[in-house]
């Protein structure tokens, strides 16, 4: 038996993609559809000719923008503020603060002030790249700001510095990782309720901005802002939806979509990554054009990883955008050599820059000394180095869990037949336009190739090569059906897992289900492990990145595999081996919610079994850590629905659960499933259907509850 499984796994290996060339066209494909996206963003930019046609174009755009980052949080009253100490410096000094971003949502700082004048003075925000250091980066700049008489406000945004959100303060370092993965799990739950974590970055520079022009000492009429890499998306952000910012400089950012997507770069960060942004018609070059007219820089290096091809294009688009207003010159692009963040060679272009905007110096280069701190620990401002440690307040899972009390709809049962019909109706429509799921059932059935034919006792089993169901995605997802020798037609199980073929006839599932008489097909929906994007933290898994490059173009990994399953549903249901009223269909651990909402899609699927699979997503809330959320993410799905509602849009069907899990991945008790699910059972028992829904345990070497 060992000698054969291993046949028929090296055949479905052929007949798959090999070296991930499946994820790879995938990848391909989303890129395609960005394309075609981006194309008719193009065609739009080019009918804008007066200003009156930039000016409505800003208008949608900026809604469009703050729409998809679930809006921005209400500004109200003064800014709240902690001092920890100033730090004299020739030329300068520097304030050791914090200021509340939220009610109880510090942001640590260090303030530069010129030594010399009364003010008051222009200033400007900083906002450091992903260092881990966070505002301490930023000495040089703050320091060559405050000795030319600007006021200097450096930040630690979300994840850096002393604001780490995961901090254990026994390692004294994050649980997840570095600051993209503390980014990335924070935005987890942000994206579940429809919010990105982009919105609480640019609340942070805001009020920055406030806790500025509230000092006698600042010019409200000169703000400015300058960010570099990650700083310079936040700081691009701010720019554009902040009206109080007058000059703006963002380096090592700005690029296309165009250049960005199929670079070896790609797609690299969560609030870097607005769920539907190319969808919706915006690029790069939106974020700049919403500055217009007044004075900004594109910063670039010639070898940057945000491609140096896609600065230029947005450079050349922005520079006619500007030219509408006549203000062709205030849009610059400063560029200099070296990779990523290589700032030093072009500084001192950049300080006189700001010089000549807030200032009125001339233009041109200004003089501008690299400088590094002494001792850069007295930087700090919290005794502790951390805000969680020394401050405490909230986090942003604190508060997405708040916000997630005030936006979803209280879970309730269904008490009658008509509830339950509209829950269904509403659900159909909710899926196709979250998940994006688009696969019709009942459509013509995929090309399947055969690769191989094998004759087994009792059975015959075939190693078979299936068509994705992404248009234009050219892969074939490696499967196998086992058909039983007795004529007639047969129930049949189709099995949705990431590693089904090894592990299925590993223990033996698929030649026990077809000696009794099923028809067995296994699958590999799209995209299959391992990744080829790089791992930001443990906690988000291998599908992280490829999410979120699917969220941009408006679609989910959780959408693409439900179009998958439905695909292979045709197929199967083809077949005249097959009862068609007699399908079950199994998904294991992150297969589990593809099963459920494709079951919900099509009715077809008589009955539907999940083992090892998330029990709601409101959990991803309600505990701060998560594991592998982003291959079942749908962005804010719990604004219409949570798992529970999916098991009771199947009714009258059974459903049948194995070890549930939580979002960590550690299995629930029934009793804890019960309880968390309680207005589902409470709906099946006034429903009159109390047993339709079973949840069982499953041990190691036992069969599977498909029967």
């Known amino acids: 038996m060992r000698t054969v499984a291993l046949v028929v796994c090296c055949a479905v290996g052929a007949a798959g993609q090999s070296d991930n060339s499946a994820r790879e066209k995938l990848i391909e494909s989303l890129d395609s559809l960005a394309r075609t996206q981006l194309e008719a963003r193009a065609t739009a930019i080019a009918k804008i000719h007066t200003r009156a046609d930039a000016e409505r174009r800003k208008e949608t755009t900026r809604r469009k923008i703050v729409e998809l980052m679930g809006g921005l949080p209400e500004h109200r009253g003064a800014v709240a503020v902690k001092q920890f100490g ?142 570099c890499s990650g700083g310079g998306t936040a700081t691009a952000y701010l720019a554009a939806l902040d009206d109080r910012v007058k000059v703006a400089g963002v380096a090592c950012y700005i690029t296309s979509f165009q250049e960005l997507l199929p670079s070896a770069t790609g797609v690299q960060e969560a609030e870097q990554s607005i769920p539907r942004f190319i969808e919706q018609g915006l690029d790069f070059a939106d974020w700049v054009e919403l500055f217009a007219p007044k004075p900004y820089a594109i910063i670039s290096t010639t070898n940057d990883m945000f491609p140096f091809e896609g600065a230029r294009r947005t450079f050349e688009e922005t520079k006619r955008f500007y030219s509408i207003y006549g203000a062709q010159d205030n849009i610059r692009w400063i560029t200099g050599p070296g ?25 041109g280069d200004a003089s501008f000394a690299p400088m590094r701190p002494a001792r850069p620990e007295e930087l700090l401002c919290t005794p502790t180095g951390q805000i969680s440690t020394a401050l405490g307040g909230e986090t942003i899972a604190s508060i997405v869990q708040s916000r997630a009390r005030e936006l979803l709809p209280v879970k309730r049962p269904l008490s009658s037949k008509t509830e339950l019909q509209h829950l269904q109706s509403r659900l159909r429509e909710d899926i196709r336009a979250l998940a994006s799921a688009s696969a019709p059932p009942g459509s013509n059935p995929p090309a399947v190739r055969i690769v191989s034919r094998e004759p087994r006792d009792g059975y015959r089993m075939d190693v078979i090569a299936i068509p994705n169901a992404i248009p234009s995605g050219g ?45 067995v097909m296994a699958f590999e929906p799209t995209p299959a492990p391992p990744g080829t994007e790089g791992l930001k933290s443990p906690y988000l898994g291998p599908f992280n990145l490829l999410s979120l490059r699917a969220s941009l173009v408006g679609k989910t990994i959780p959408g693409i595999r439900i179009d998958d399953v439905i695909h292979a549903v045709e197929w199967l249901l083809s077949l005249p081996d097959v009862d068609s009223s007699k399908l079950t269909v199994y998904g294991d651990g992150p297969m589990g919610p593809v099963v459920l909402h494709a079951a919900v899609l099509d009715a077809r699927i008589r009955r539907v079994v999940v083992e090892n699979s998330l029990a709601t997503y409101r959990m991803a809330i309600e505990q701060p850590l998560h594991r592998n959320m982003p291959e079942v993410l749908i962005p804010g799905v719990l604004r219409r629905y949570d798992l529970g509602d999916l098991l009771l849009a199947l009714s009258p069907r059974a459903v049948t659960l194995v070890n549930p899990q939580d979002a960590t991945g550690t299995v629930m008790t029934t009793d804890q499933f019960r309880k968390d699910l309680d207005y589902v059972f409470q709906s099946e028992a006034m429903l009159g259907t109390p047993q339709r829904i079973r949840v069982v345990s499953r041990g190691a070497g036992e069969p599977l509850p498909l029967e």
Do not use: C
């Not at 971003?101 to 900083?126: D, E, Q």
């Not at 994840?159 to 799990?185: M, N, V």
């Not at 290589?342 to 010089?355: D, H, K």
């Not at 006839?505 to 099923?518: I, Q, Y």
């Open 86 to 227: 100033i730090l004299e410096e020739p030329g300068f000094r520097v304030e050791k603060l914090a200021y509340e971003s939220l009610p109880g949502f510090w942001v640590t700082a260090n303030l530069y002030v010129p030594a010399s004048g009364g003010g008051p003075f222009p200033a400007v925000l900083l906002t450091p790249g992903h260092e881990a250091t966070g505002k301490q980066s930023q000495y040089s700049f703050g320091a060559n700001f405050a000795r030319s008489g600007i006021i200097a406000l450096a930040i630690d945004p979300l994840g850096q510095g002393e604001r780490l959100q995961y901090f254990d303060p026994a390692q004294k370092k994050s649980i997840i990782g570095g600051s993209t993965g503390e980014h990335g799990e924070a935005n987890v739950p942000a994206m579940l309720i429809g919010e990105d974590i982009a919105r609480y970055f640019v609340n942070d520079g805001m009020r920055g901005i406030d806790y500025l022009i509230g000092r006698p000492d600042v010019d409200a009429n000169r703000i400015g802002a300058l960010g």
């Open 339 to 363: 990779g990523h963040g290589n700032l030093g060679p072009i500084s001192p272009a950049i300080l006189g820059f700001f010089l000549h905007h807030l200032k009125g110096a001339p233009a």
């Open 475 to 519: 892969a074939e997802l490696p499967g196998l059906i086992a058909v039983p020798n007795r004529g007639g037609r047969k129930p049949a199980v189709l099995i949705v897992d990431s590693q089904p073929v090894a592990k299925m006839l590993a223990d033996g599932e698929v030649d026990r289900l077809a000696k009794a008489g099923n028809v």
